[in-house]
């Protein structure tokens, strides 16, 4: 069965991942899409959600790909017409929204999937089996990148909800909770906010877990110069290093596993496999934390941000 996919929200992911990701994927067939002002060529173009669901019966599943404080109604659009959801990443502004986005997809019977990118880069399957099989006595989480490199003119980020350097952040969260063998908590916080601005431009975020883990993650959206996108593990069989947002995996500065970034193609894969076995993957973790250091972090009012 081809998976007649609808995308919602076009903007710079859908035309830089989505697009080529689904076209390289014979499980899919692109037929709609809807957004207030962008198009994609070659298929029908809606402005709404409303519309296009309307109008397009033959919809299987949808892509939400605008900003988070925008795709809770949408959603609630799509799984009540029955359709399949992608969520793009973080899934939606709050946890609770998102809970019922799930509870929702259970009662109708169709898949919902809380996308991590980060999470399907190449080495992070390598790095979760190596820390499987020792003990992991202190982690270091580097995540430090030039906002106005990547985010340039987007102001949904900086306004409530948009996460702000989390917006980032919350990809190396997707991948320290999926590479550790147990739960970790946040047990103290700094949120750095710009003095004009609703969301945070820094943070520090340490944690620990049942056994006294030491971990700190450093998020910096201030990073002239070389990015950083590290995780950095001493453990019992050596020092892990885990860079690049994931693509590249080292012990003891030996490289032992890289190969070619395919975050979206996996996706879509691992969404196409979602459907067809009735299940859903809708998992919080990355979000809880960003919410507890929202929660339990000090606040430190910081110079005005301009682009
Ligand atoms: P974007 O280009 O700023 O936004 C995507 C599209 O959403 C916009 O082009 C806009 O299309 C629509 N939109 C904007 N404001 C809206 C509103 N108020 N209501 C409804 N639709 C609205 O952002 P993006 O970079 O593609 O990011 C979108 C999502 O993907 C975010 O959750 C982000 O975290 C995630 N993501 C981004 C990247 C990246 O590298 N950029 C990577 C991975 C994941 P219309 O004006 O046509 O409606």
Redesign the pocket.
């Given at each position: 069965m081809t998976i007649h996919l609808a995308i919602v929200?076009?903007?710079?992911?859908?035309r830089?991942?989505h697009l080529p990701a689904v076209a390289g994927n014979a499980d899919y067939r692109l037929v709609a899409a809807a957004?207030?002002?962008?198009r994609v060529e070659g298929i029908e173009n809606f402005g709404t959600i409303e519309a296009m669901l309307a109008a397009v019966p033959s919809i299987d599943a949808v892509s939400l790909?605008?900003?988070?404080?925008?795709r809770y109604t949408a959603a609630v659009q799509a799984l009540e017409a029955g359709k399949h959801v992608f969520l793009?990443?973080?899934p939606g502004a709050t946890l609770s929204e998102v809970e019922d986005l799930a509870a929702r997809a259970d009662a109708k019977g169709v898949s919902l999937f809380a996308s991590w990118?980060s999470r399907h880069a190449p080495a992070v399957e390598a790095a979760r089996a190596f820390l499987a099989g020792t003990r992991v006595r202190s982690m270091r989480v580097s995540w430090k990148e030039d906002v106005r490199q990547?985010?340039p003119g987007?102001d949904?980020i900086w306004q409530p909800g948009g996460l702000g350097v989390f917006?980032p952040g919350i990809n190396a969260l997707s991948i320290v909770t999926r590479i550790l063998a147990q739960p970790v908590f946040a047990t103290e916080a700094t949120l750095e906010f710009p003095e004009n601005r609703d969301a945070p431009i820094a943070a520090t975020i340490r944690f620990s877990d049942a056994d006294g883990l030491d971990l700190l993650a450093e998020f910096d959206w201030r990073q002239t110069g070389p990015q950083s996108w590290d995780i950095e593990a001493e453990t019992g069989a050596g020092t892990m290093r885990l860079s690049g947002g994931g693509a590249t995996l080292s012990v003891d500065g030996m490289t032992v596993h890289a190969e070619p970034e395919q975050e979206y193609p996996s996706l879509y894969r691992h969404f196409a496999a979602l459907v067809r076995a009735g299940r859903s993957d809708v998992d919080l973790a990355p979000l809880r934390h960003v919410a507890d250091a929202f929660m339990l972090g000090r606040r430190e009012m910081v110079e005005a941000f301009h682009d």
């Open positions: 929200g076009i903007g710079k992911i859908v830089d991942q957004s207030r002002n962008g790909c605008m900003p988070p404080q925008y793009e990443k973080p990118h990547w985010h987007q949904w917006d």
